[in-house]
């Protein structure tokens, strides 16, 4: 097993370009890597360990192998959840995962970020307990998950032209307006957000489910890459790691998690897409679900978004900006009371026969000094005319 | 100028089936039939000196001339509304629109419906002093507004084909389940939904801007001809009357009223089936709002609903049925914690290689007791499967 104090001078090559001047960050970073290997992606207990003791101090309790009761009080949780905790982690602390992870990092140019660092995005912060101990990222240059605004555009691989046609059009608006677009790499709605951002000159973030130095799916190699080299491909699971079920659902939690909001663009009425919208909705995040054809197999989960998860009906690259408070909206239904008047002696009038105000009250229902007023302000108009003491209306 | 003596003498052909013993009665429904020649459409002042003094007295008060301090009084209204509606009524107060329209419904056998029949939708009279004071309705064997389940399916008149399809699906649905369809018998959506209602051999109604009399459109009027057989046609305006622009936006808020949901299927994004949309909402009746392409400007305006009035997301009959309590709904996005710890063994199984439990559990990151129980549940689920004293995925 390799030991916190092994992994610590193994350092200097995996950090970010800022340089560490105290020893602890150095022991914190090499910590945090060591609980990467050792956790499941939103594993609360380690997350817990972690927020009370700090990375490294509580690596060294968990390096002695402590009883459930020294867990539980050590974490503040309860006595059950530390014996679970223990029980999981037992056959993965011999393993020699983070330090493999390592090698393959540096191989692959991906660097460890860790809270402190500062391009870590904070938002994620917010997932609290739940909080990954480190991201693992490639590229990087146009990572800024902190400062600039940033959506998720996600949807379903089964997409269909119109759906990629409009999550591509949403994310080269978005793109374009400084917007920074991440989703999560896959076929279809995914893939589409990328590619739109990356050729509207934007920025775009790619979450991966597996170790950021495996291309998944494989059929995108390319698009990662470009990913990559302009803004960054993210994983919270050691490089060399397996992309399973599981970690997608947990991936979903980091893109969510990471951004102002999550516009699901077509979906599957089962897809994992819905899943990262759960986790925005429960981490407050505003959810926005764009419409298809009700007879449209892949628009049946944004529908379900909009009936039972409150989200925010997207038409376009404005919605969107107004989700995440870029730009008002406004709008009304009913006429207003002097608009009423002026549809009803405009019904009064005919274009060919011209009326007089008194035939105009009686057609309208309306006082002869209302018909006057309004006369007044639709001949303004150009959509009234006088014939000598009659009223015409102007085609 | 018709008394209101005089139009009582003619009444026994107008009213419904039903006696009316009472002298009383007969010259309510008379009265009514006098302010609905003199009322445009949801006068507020008419409707308030009817409700206070019933309608015959209130028309006797009207006959003679009262001033706008005595109308006030009587109507409990401010002084201004009491003058402004004296002298909108004057130019109409000679008219023999009513008994004028008396005589065409005779001819088309038309019935007059007031309050207190037993086919008065007594939903309309959450219209307040906006209520009609009567409604002309043709055929109305069908005619139940007050029994059965009702829902206004509204629309575009220049719906899609896609439009026009969901309109029919679910129309038809909810007749087959004995719900009322209501519309306006316009071209696109109105008529589809009508159409498809008549098809499954439910009821269907028409409220008409115009005269009950008159088919509009004209291309309808086959149409108007088999909802009147089965169903009613309905307005609140006598036989003869012009369908006004205004006359249309206050016929939407009969539909919405007399109906336990709007939805409505297509609509621009200034179409006037918002308006019905926003009269229903201002009743507190649900709204329903069909999704389509972001990409259709005939689905902006039900977008627009989505977005501002809060309206649900219809995308079928069930979802309908839903919102006027005939059905409940579920769903939840996010795995159980059960669900979620079988995902992760599922994940660590292969399908061609058994692997032993502490594997299982190195790779899900679970303890052994976990993986066990969990792979006891996938047995019998048959998604694994045991090889000696190793565990397979069941493809």
């Known amino acids: 097993m390799t030991s916190l104090d092994d992994l610590v001078d193994r350092m200097p090559d995996v950090g970010p370009a800022a340089t560490e001047p105290h020893a602890r960050q150095r022991e914190d970073r090499a910590a945090r890597i060591l609980w990467s290997g050792l956790l499941e992606p939103g594993d609360r207990v380690g997350g817990a360990l972690i927020r009370a003791r700090g990375a490294a101090e ?31 982690w037992a056959p993965r602390l011999g393993s020699r995962t983070a330090e493999e992870a390592l090698e393959r990092a540096e191989r692959h140019r991906v660097a460890v970020l860790v809270p402190g660092d500062d391009d870590w995005p904070a938002a994620l912060d917010d997932l ?8 693992w990222v490639r590229g990087g240059r ?22 990629e046609h409009v999550a591509g059009e949403i994310s080269a608006g978005l793109a374009a307006a400084g917007v920074v677009v991440v ?41 990662l890459e470009r990913i990559a080299a302009s803004g960054a491909v993210v994983s919270e699971v050691p490089c060399g790691a397996a992309p399973t079920k599981w970690r997608f659902l947990q991936r979903n939690r980091l893109i969510a998690a990471a951004t102002h909001a999550t516009v699901v663009v077509e979906a599957g009425i089962r897809s994992g897409s819905l899943n990262t919208a759960g986790h925005a909705a429960s981490l ?25 998860f409150d989200a925010v009906c997207v038409t376009g690259v404005d919605d969107v900006r107004e989700l995440i408070g870029l730009d008002p909206g406004n709008g009304t239904v009913a006429p207003s009371p002097e608009a009423a008047g002026r549809i009803r002696v405009l019904d009064a009038l005919s274009d060919r026969v011209p009326h ?27 959509a009234a005319e006088a014939v000598a003491d009659r009223w015409r209306r102007v085609r």
Not at 358 to 379: F, I, K, N, P, Q
């Open 284 to 308: 407050g995040r505003p959810i926005g679900a764009v419409p298809g054809p009700v007879t449209s197999s892949a628009s049946a989960g944004t529908h379900r978004l909009l009936r039972e």
């Open 356 to 382: 007089r105000v008194e035939d105009v009250a009686a057609r309208s229902g309306m006082s002869g000094a209302d018909v006057r007023a309004h006369l007044g302000t639709l001949m303004l108009e150009g």
């Open 183 to 223: 989703s999560g790499a896959a076929y279809g709605i995914d893939g589409a957000a990328h590619r739109a951002a990356l050729a509207s000159g934007g920025t775009t973030l790619a979450f991966l489910a597996g170790g950021c130095d495996r291309a998944y799916p494989s059929g995108h190699t390319d698009l």
């Open 58 to 88: 509580a690596w060294r309790l968990v390096e002695g192998s402590p009883s459930a009761d020294v867990l539980a009080a050590e974490a503040d949780i309860g006595r059950n959840e530390a014996k679970a905790a223990i029980e999981r």
């Open 142 to 163: 146009g990572w800024s998950a902190g400062r600039d605004p940033s959506v998720a555009i996600v949807g379903a691989r089964a997409a269909t032209s119109y759906g």
């Open 128 to 135: 609290g307990d739940h909080a990954p101990p480190c991201l």
